[in-house]
């Protein structure tokens, strides 16, 4: 039986109610619901495709059986005529999915693999699979998906339901209002070290080091407010170098920014103003209690140093004296439970006035100390 209640064309009882013949109204209707062409014409090689409304086979094809339609055999019934089946080839396309459908059908899935924040991160990866910027996307959740935005939509939540992070599958994360790219390569910018922007940005400087500099974003963002300033990146990984090169290149701050090849002080020359860093401070012994995002898809050489987490704040401090111009600032991010350890290197190392300042969730998560 059709969704309509009524039963289909070609079964006696599918025309009129209580009539014995097939109505062809209704498989016309049919047809004209799902697009197909000559809807309202009867296949001419079909018995009663005379003219219309007049159930009549066309002169000139007599009907054996029904050669005269108004006179029957005494005792005889007369046969209904047969509804033309519709042929296989005018079988409707199922309509086309909509972003709407997409979105909807993709919140469970994400949330059935613990994905946190589903209906946020679908959002997302759905307006990069429409190429749409996220604050779009709702001006086109009406419109059909085209296949190759089918396609790239489902392999974008297949990669989040194994917890790779969205600023990886889709490339790109913004921090402190640009986009940086970002890889495996790279820690996924964070808004908690915006916190570390906004305590450098409160003093001038002209020269910045940035150890550790990862994606790029600190020594970048500061580059971008500070057109006056210029800069040094280091890093140990030649592919996060790479990372921070072409996001430089991106942000046309190419000719204010360097890059080195270094573990801490190991390639630095020089003294700077101000001198940042968001090293691996990690625990090894927190590693496991990490959400899969971070501890599987992030480098782990970025998230600790394999001890206590503290071993890149006492490097830090050993050399920062050498390399801090007179009344320059070290500027550091710290886990939320580790301010009085750092605070305590920097005072041994001759740095003064160590400050703790913290993030907008109330933790413990910059310490700032300047050269006398």
Sequence with gaps: ???????????PGAGKPGAGTPGAGTLDAEMRDAGMPNADKTDPGAPGAGKPGTGKPDA????????DPGKHAPGQVPEPHAAAPCPASFAPDP????????????????????VSDAPRD???????????APDRLTLHLSDPLTPDQSAAFQAALAARRRRQPVSQIIGSRSFWGRSFRVTRDTLDPRPETETLIEAALAAPFRQVLDLGLGSGCILLTLLAERPEACGLGTDISPAALAVAQGNAQDLGLGQRARFAVSDWWGGVMG???LIVSNPPYIAMSEMAALAPEVRDWEPRL????????????REIARGALAHLAPGGRLIVEIGPTQARAVSGYFTEAGLISPRV????????????A???
């Design 1 to 11: 039986m059709s969704d309509t209640g009524k039963p289909p064309a070609g079964m």
């Design 60 to 67: 000139g094809k007599p009907d054996v059986a029904h050669s």
């Design 95 to 114: 309509p086309p999915q909509t972003a709407t459908r997409a979105l909807r059908a993709a919140m469970p899935a994400l949330q059935a693999a613990g």
């Design 122 to 132: 679908a959002r997302r990866l759905l307006a990069h699979a429409m190429g749409l």
């Design 271 to 273: 003294q700077f103003d």
């Design 302 to 313: 970025a998230l600790t140093p394999g001890d206590d987490g503290l071993s890149p704040y």
């Design 357 to 368: 300042l913290q993030d907008l969730d109330g933790r413990d998560r910059v310490v700032l």
């Design 370 to 372: 300047h050269r006398g």
